[in-house]
């Protein structure tokens, strides 16, 4: 059996969890240690079981809790090495461990594939995780889905897959203009309608659930979501991460 959950999932933080009976990982760590306990503790997680943090990129929605939790727990942190030395000019993590995109990390038989992507950060990465003969794709701040991506995609039976703006919502909404753009842009986020061409176009048989992430507060709505992904509502189980608090556990059978 397989477990995974959305700890924290947005602008304000993001932090995913994936493991088996006996360990697991998370997937950046945005949320202060204190609450990162909080929400381990409603999903029935224990904090013990979390062998290794990898970080994604540098921004601070993704790494805001890595220094405590490294620091209170001495679990390793993954950066590129780009990544790390961009993160902290001081006082740095020291479990520190380096990732190299297109390598494969073995963290107690859990493996992590780390893939390089398009987002507005030094050495920004993607993830697939191989768990229990599953795969798992930790999949955000993307500005583009490239031939990379798309493979990696096409491998998953589970995906935390960001659907981060509706196009109209975003257009016609407070954001200045070159916010807006930068949203927009290749180094940017992936729209619901970005999102649902890669499920459309590149899932493979197996894939069985999505877990849209990284949804935007101002420029789209869980409503938004949902209605775009309609057409497959019948073909996956679809979740929309929530924002404030941790997401349902979802088991997953190997």
Do not use: W
């Not at 006996?22 to 224990?46: Q, S, T, W």
């Not at 768990?131 to 701040?141: A, F, K, Q, S």
């Amino acid at each position: 059996m397989v477990e995974i959950c959305s700890l924290a999932s947005g602008s304000n933080g993001n932090c995913y969890y994936i493991g088996n009976q006996e360990n697991g990982i998370i997937i950046d760590d945005g949320i202060y240690y204190k609450r990162l306990v909080e929400r381990c503790e409603v999903a029935n997680i224990p904090l013990e079981k979390i062998r290794a943090v990898f970080v994604s990129h540098e921004h601070a929605d993704h790494v805001r809790g890595v220094r405590v939790l490294n620091k209170r727990t001495n679990i390793p942190a993954y950066f590129t090495s780009k990544t790390y030395y961009q993160t902290f000019k001081k006082d740095r993590p020291a479990n520190f461990c380096e990732l190299i995109p297109g390598e494969v990390v073995d963290i107690f038989g859990i493996k992590v594939h780390c893939f390089s992507k398009h987002h507005d950060a030094k050495d920004p990465v993607s993830f697939r995780i191989e768990i229990n003969g599953l795969n798992i794709g930790v999949m955000t701040d993307i500005g583009v889905a490239d031939e990379i991506l798309q493979s990696e995609f096409s491998k998953c039976q589970a995906v935390f897959l960001e659907s981060n703006y509706d196009e109209e919502m975003l257009k016609n909404g407070s954001y200045p203009y070159y916010l807006k753009e930068r949203v927009a842009s290749e180094v940017g986020h992936l729209s619901n309608t970005q999102a649902f061409e890669l499920v459309r176009d590149f899932a493979n048989e197996n894939l069985s659930h999505l877990i849209f992430s990284h949804i935007s507060a101002e420029n789209n709505t869980k409503e938004k979501v949902l209605e775009k992904f309609e057409p497959f509502k019948d073909k996956y189980k679809m979740y929309v991460a929530p924002r404030y608090e941790c997401g349902e556990v979802i088991k997953l059978s190997d």
